[in-house]
């Protein structure tokens, strides 16, 4: 289980970077 979870923690670490950059430009 957790490799699931930590799958899923890089997948909402990488969705958040690019919301981030979304918002910077």
């Known amino acids: 289980m957790t490799e ?3 799958l899923l ?3 909402v670490t ?3 970077a690019l ?3 979304e ?3």
């Open 4 to 6: 699931f979870s930590d």
């Open 9 to 11: 923690t890089l997948k």
């Open 14 to 16: 990488e969705a958040t």
């Open 19 to 21: 919301i981030k950059l």
């Open 23 to 25: 918002l910077y430009f």
